[in-house]
């Protein structure tokens, strides 16, 4: 069976420098990892339609996490019909090793599949080749259900190799499984991580789990599928969020707090994070939700990676910083005044917007929109620390975020890209991860609020896309 790759038709919703697929379907980041020189990142693909599809790796890479080149395909699944689902990557004896998860169609009527993990490697960075000896882990253990075993990441503690697995028990619970392994090839399984099992409506699928020491707490980041909404928060059908607490390894025990969503915005799920030659713990995240309106699929292509972030923990909250190394998307800085008076000015759609006021306003903080009134605005009210993001295209669908009691200042970095717009709130305390889909030049406008404005042009065009051209021959 043969099939061709599907053509962008319209470019008026690329992204500038955001990473998307060359065409086709995108969804979660995988295998973020540091190889040889580069940056890779790899992807949920399916480069045949621009809905999901049966699952492949598509793959990026970069020397600066901020200019991608897309290199070819490197997983597809064995059956047209199965998939290799999310997963992550480890350099170990001079290879890049993806771990992935096998995804095994039983009975497409009935919606029965099964899945498993796997291995492929590769020396030079761009060529990959599956473990003859796969599965590496054949069955979900028996208390779990066996077609929600999935999104293996894998890191080395020493001279062994740990992996969390996100996991559905028979009882209906989302949770996390812990292996070890020696050489990536054997794995034993540890049992769940305590702590780390959905209560109070936590969710019934833990996708996408991520568990890692920072600043000195422990961290696990995941995405559970059907955590309960409260007012304001997971409103999202599946949001990501995190725990942070202390974890003993004696017991494998995590005692945590409570579940706080990661980026209050309409538009992120499925964090992927590495730690850089540098130290910092960068997580990246698919700059959609199951949920978004995805409207560019009408011109060939879905989905995005966030700018990547660096991750910090400050009063037991994640913040999320894009990385230094955004900075050098800047090309012009296009504004630099102090803000007194009420104003209108027109930016391009490719712009970094930096504003610190004074104190902690109440009311509208500001608008971006452009002429056909795409675009957003951000309230405050209570004492200034409860912030309010409506979308115009939907403004019954707003989010919501509080600050922290001991924030006395309001500032605001926004990168507007094509078809997104991404808010960083005092420093990174709050995010808001947005799509919008611009049709023309955003406006910005400040009504009442005094401070600094500034902003950028940002380059356009730090990527580059290969389609991927041949058909692929499945046998
Ligand atoms: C999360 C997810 C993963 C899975 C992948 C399939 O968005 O559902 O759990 O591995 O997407 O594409």
């Known amino acids: 069976m043969t099939q061709t790759p599907i053509k962008v038709t319209n470019q008026r919703y690329r992204l500038g420098y955001h990473l998307m697929p060359a065409s086709g379907w995108m969804n979660d980041p995988n295998g973020f990892s540091y190889f040889k020189g580069y940056y890779h990142l790899f ?79 590769s020396t030079d960075g761009i060529h990959f080749e599956k473990y003859a000896g796969n599965p590496i882990i054949a069955h979900a253990p028996e208390e779990e259900s066996s077609a929600d075993f999935r999104d293996p990441k894998v890191w080395q503690e020493d001279d062994h190799f740990k992996m969390v697995v996100g996991s559905r028990d028979q009882a209906g619970l989302g949770r996390v499984l812990l292996y070890d392994s020696q050489d990536l090839k054997h794995w034993e399984y ?19 789990p991520d568990f890692f020491r920072l600043n000195g707490q422990d961290v696990l980041l995941t995405s559970p599928q059907g955590i309960k909404a409260t007012k304001e928060q997971f409103l999202n059908q599946h949001n990501t969020g995190y725990f942070v607490g202390q974890y003993s390894t004696a017991d494998k025990q995590l005692e945590r707090g409570s579940f706080t969503e990661l980026d209050n915005g309409h538009d992120l799920y499925a964090t992927q994070t590495l730690v850089a030659p540098d130290g910092r713990r960068v997580m990246v995240a698919w700059m959609n939700a199951w949920d978004s309106p995805m409207t560019e699929k009408t011109d060939g292509w879905c989905g995005a990676i966030t700018l990547p972030r660096e ?19 800047r090309e012009a800085e296009v504004i630099n005044q102090e ?70 200042k309001l500032s605001l970095r926004i990168f507007i890209d094509s078809s997104s717009a991404e808010i960083f709130v005092n420093d990174g305390e709050v995010v808001f991860t947005e799509r919008i889909y611009w049709q023309d030049k955003p406006v910005l406008s400040l009504n009442g609020t005094t401070g600094h404005l500034q902003a950028f042009e940002l380059s356009s065009q730090t990527n580059s896309y290969k389609q991927v051209k041949e058909m692929i021959d499945y046998e």
């Open 311 to 329: 991750l910090t923990i400050k009063n037991n909250r994640l913040y999320q910083h894009p990385v230094a190394e955004a900075l050098s998307l």
């Open 43 to 121: 992807y949920q693909y399916y480069p045949y339609a621009s809905e999901w599809g049966p699952m492949h790796w598509g793959h990026a890479r970069s020397k600066d996490l901020i200019h991608w080149e897309t290199l070819p395909v490197a997983l597809k699944p064995t059956r047209p019909q199965d998939g290799c689902f999310s997963g992550s990557a480890v350099v170990y004896q001079d290879k890049l090793w993806l771990i992935y998860t096998g995804h095994h169609v039983l009975d497409a009527e009935k919606d029965i599949n099964r899945q498993d993990q796997n291995l492929a490697y």
């Open 339 to 408: 803000v007194a008076e009420p104003l209108n000015c027109s930016l391009s759609r490719h712009t970094e917007v930096k504003l610190d006021l004074n104190g902690l306003p109440t009311g509208t903080i500001l608008k971006l929109a452009d002429k056909n009134n795409a675009g957003f605005s951000i309230e405050a009210d209570q004492d200034g620390r409860h912030l309010i993001l409506t979308r115009n295209s939907d403004p019954e669908n707003k989010r919501y975020a509080v600050l922290d009691a001991t924030d006395e």
């Open 190 to 208: 540890e049992g769940t991580v305590s702590g780390a099992k959905s209560v109070d409506e936590e969710g019934f699928m833990w996708e996408c």
